[in-house]
């Protein structure tokens, strides 16, 4: 099963495409706009074998710039450029010896740089999170929006590591992250704690995160709307993140060393 495929067939107004078979396209109308929906999905036969379970691997990576970069390159005023809205579930960018041998590294930048060049043209650029959204998967493919909304619902996982990872690397038992995840928001892995940090535009109670019915949809197309229309009202640079009531809540100490940073060397 895969949330992202599930999820832009629900949303879409037409055909889904693939740009290639792991990546995904399809349109939806929001309200004035006809937004272009991108998506990463498994492809069991895909000959990168670490990139077969929905990760963001070498050819995601090009394939995602060139989806975003085909709406992009459309010459419309800039009031109306069209909305991107990148649906995310997806386990982490491809780890493999391939993928390090060839530069997953620069694919990977290559489609940040897309998602930012979109960004700061104008395009309303919108991530909706289904699924997990974890490590350079998520930095590659959504977090470069200027809105991110999320299902609450147990299956939606933002994080930087894999639960066992993050073990691993803290020298800790799971159930003792889970301990510290309740003192400490950052190391949560429920989305509703992740939303606590200020990154969250919009946090959406659908009735079926798996298979979304007509009235999930229709909630999740008016959240698109909403955050579409946000979009075009605020930055383009993402400083939204550090000044909304979210951060300044729990992300004070980070706000202070970036004020004394900018004080010292700006």
């Not at 930087?160 to 993050?166: F, K, Q, S």
């Not at 309740?182 to 798996?210: F, I, M, Q, T």
Request: glycine share 8%; charged share 25%; net charge neutral.
């Amino acid at each position: 099963m895969s949330r992202g495929r599930n999820w832009i067939r629900a949303l879409a107004d037409g055909e889904v495409s693939p740009v290639v078979p792991s990546v995904i396209t399809a349109d939806a109308r929001l309200g004035e706009d006809v937004a272009r929906l991108i998506a990463v999905v498994p492809d069991p036969g895909s000959p990168y074998h670490r990139a077969r379970k929905g990760e963001v691997g070498l050819r995601e990576a090009y394939a995602l710039a060139e989806a975003v970069a085909g709406v992009a390159g459309a010459h419309l005023p800039e009031d109306r450029r069209r909305p991107i809205v990148a649906v995310v579930d997806l386990p982490s960018q491809a780890y493999g010896r391939v993928e390090e041998l060839l530069g997953l590294h620069h694919a990977l930048a290559v489609t940040v740089d897309a998602y930012a060049r979109a960004r700061t043209a104008g395009h309303p650029v919108v991530a909706l999170i289904v699924g997990t959204a974890l490590s350079g998967g998520f930095l590659a493919h959504g977090f470069q929006a200027n809105q991110i909304l999320a299902l609450n619902d147990p299956g939606v996982v933002v994080h930087a590591m894999h639960r066992e990872a993050a073990a691993r690397v803290t020298l800790r038992s799971v159930a003792e992250l889970d301990e510290l995840a309740r003192r400490v928001p950052p190391l949560s892995y429920d989305v509703a704690d992740w939303a606590k940090l200020g990154l969250c535009d919009d946090l959406l109670e659908v009735g079926n995160a798996d298979e979304p019915d007509g009235a999930d949809v229709r909630k999740v197309k008016d959240a698109l709307v909403s955050a579409v229309a946000r979009a075009r009202r605020g930055p383009r640079d993402l400083s939204n993140r550090l000044t909304s009531p979210g951060a300044r809540r729990t992300r004070g100490a980070s706000l202070r060393v970036r004020e004394a940073m900018t004080a010292q060397w700006g």
